[in-house]
């Protein structure tokens, strides 16, 4: 008895206090409500003005692009429908180069090899992380849910898809991370292409009585071409595109040496830095016209769309589950893992950044959403500009959540759809395939469907059944790719909270730094100081 009385009213203190703690707080809200006036209001509304504008657009996209598809558009005047979003598009990707290039440079060359190596470690298992994550998300969920069930006979096909072996795709991601020459990345990608050639076949001497039995009574002509094979060869190629992740490895490379060069890489250092300043404020610009862009690409989509009668059964269930994938992965995996590193409230951290999933959402291009991606982070969540210049332009390139949960879940429900029991070794190899593939896949839009092919022939499904697909990709492209940017975002506070301490460090050096350079000066301004007061003293001597 004595036990239960003392520890009444410790427990009644806590629920006191507890009781106490939420009339405060209920008292400071009621307060706050009470006290908001009209400038408050428009202060809030004028702060938020380039989010509101393009949640907007979004919503009057959709609506415009819905009411105008009865009015059956021809392919032309589509194109002239959604020119204000292509427009939109190219302003995005005229800056993504110099953006890449002057962020990576400076970002790097602001730290030293020991702080950005730090970081870089930090940045690449949190990619890796988040990405197998998001592959064991969509291999779960598509075979809870197992949207394949029936055959494929009845679905629609679209498209044409590419062949590619594994082997030279995984071989072109290294080629294209040393470029041969740089300008040439700037608009160019090698790519292997295939092509047909004859070679001469040796006949073995076993063969030799048949072969001239059969060839007893044709022509010379014809004895010579059964000697000759035909035979798909890999060449190489190029495909139109900046080839980003050279550019990433060169400005890393660069950034690195220019930071150990110290005052000689100076001048560098500060042209790089105008430049990305310079860019930033071309972004701000582009960004009250980016509303308009996005409601004509989402109202031209919508436009463009095929029939929707299409989407059904099986294809309807499919998209449900990739939606439900994504979801998971976006609003639990993401936002729990920010709280559990950063112990910060993850929705004020992700409020900030609607302007960027919104234009992801519009763009379908992680890399064309690069500069609003900087400006919400930086500007509204205050980022360190040292940890965003490199995190961002590296994950625009190489963290692909999205693209590597809808490729493992699109594989297996390839593989439903053709009665094609995958064993575990299988699914093992869908899942490496996938998170190796996203990282290959380019930062454009539907790049996830080239490197698909990788993925199916890794276990041996046919790659002419990607085209069963191709009618959702387009919606289906934009929810991942909002993925990416969200990934991509949380990771910058995630390794910003991580590299704090090396941050603080590298501040304190600084700023010892500068003080000894200020003391090293002073001698010589007093020196000279003394010369000018000298001066005139002897011109007085003289005359």
């Known amino acids: 008895m004595t036990k239960g009385n003392r520890e009444d009213p410790k427990t009644g203190s806590r629920m006191e206090r ?38 907007i657009a ?53 730290l030293d090899s020991k702080a950005s190596g730090k970081m870089g470690v930090r940045a690449v298992v ?34 044409k898809i590419v062949q590619v072996t594994a082997a030279d795709a995984f071989l072109d991601l290294i080629r294209n991370m040393f470029p041969p020459n740089l300008v040439e990345a700037c608009f ?22 048949t072969v001239a039995s059969i060839l007893s009574n044709v022509s010379e002509a014809m004895e010579t071409f059964t000697r000759m094979k035909e035979e798909v060869v890999p060449v190489p190629g190029s495909v139109n595109g900046v080839n980003a992740l050279g550019l990433v490895v060169f400005s890393i490379s660069f950034g690195l040496v220019i930071g150990s060069m110290k005052e000689q890489g100076q001048a560098l250092k500060d042209f790089f830095d105008s430049l990305n300043e310079a860019i930033m404020r071309l972004v701000a610009l582009i960004m009250w016209y980016a509303p308009l862009g996005i409601l004509f690409l ?11 009668g299409v989407i059904g059964g099986q294809l309807a269930m499919y998209t449900v589950t990739v939606i439900i994938g994504l979801l998971i992965h976006a609003v ?22 609607i302007q960027a999933l919104v234009t992801a959402l519009g763009t379908s291009s992680s890399s064309a959403t690069l500069p609003v991606t900087f400006k919400c982070l930086e500007e509204i969540n205050g ?16 963290n692909m959540d999205g693209t590597a949960l809808y490729e493992a879940l699109a594989a297996i429900f390839i593989a439903q759809v053709n009665n094609f029991d995958l064993n575990f ?23 996830g469907l080239v490197t698909m092919v990788i993925v199916l022939t890794s276990v041996g499904l046919p790659t002419d059944d990607i085209t069963l697909i191709i009618a959702v990709d387009w919606f289906l492209d934009r929810l991942r790719t909002t993925t990416n940017v969200l990934g991509d975002s949380i990771g910058a506070g995630i390794v910003e909270h991580l590299s704090r301490y090396e941050l603080k460090n590298r501040d304190a050096e600084m700023g010892n730094s500068v003080i000894e350079e200020n003391e090293m000066k002073k001698p010589c301004q007093l020196i000279s100081q003394e010369n000018e007061t000298e001066k005139p003293l002897d011109s007085e001597t003289k005359m």
């Open 332 to 353: 639990i995996v993401l936002p729990l893992l920010y709280f559990l590193i950063t112990h910060k409230n993850p929705w004020v951290f992700i409020g900030g950044l």
């Open 126 to 159: 949190y990619y890796m992380s988040t990405t197998i994550i998001a592959v064991l998300i969509g291999i779960i969920i598509v075979v809870i849910i197992h949207p394949g069930k029936g055959t494929k006979e009845n679905m629609h096909r679209e498209g």
């Open 383 to 398: 980022v360190d500009k040292r940890v965003t210049r490199f995190v961002l332009p590296v994950g625009a390139t190489i």
């Open 58 to 110: 979004v919503i009057l996209g959709i609506i415009l692009g819905f009411s105008l598809r009865s009015y059956k558009m021809s392919y032309r005047e589509v194109k002239y429908f959604s020119f204000p979003g292509e427009l939109l598009m190219r302003m995005l990707q005229m800056l993504v180069l110099p953006l890449i290039v002057s962020s990576l440079v400076t970002g790097i060359a602001a």
């Open 425 to 447: 070794g299988q699914i093992i190899t869908i899942s490496i395939t996938a998170t190796a593939a996203s990282i290959g896949a380019a930062g454009i839009p539907q790049a």
């Open 18 to 55: 507890f009781q106490q703690g939420v009339r405060k707080r209920t008292f400071s809200a009621k307060k706050k409500v009470q006290s908001i006036t009209k400038d408050d209001v428009k202060s809030y509304l004028l702060r938020n003005a380039f989010v509101l504008f393009t949640v």
């Open 298 to 308: 989402i109202a031209g989509k919508i436009v463009e769309m095929e029939d929707m």
């Open 188 to 209: 160019k990608q090698f790519k292997t292409n295939y092509e047909k050639r004859m070679f001469e076949v040796d006949i073995s001497s076993n063969d030799t009585s």
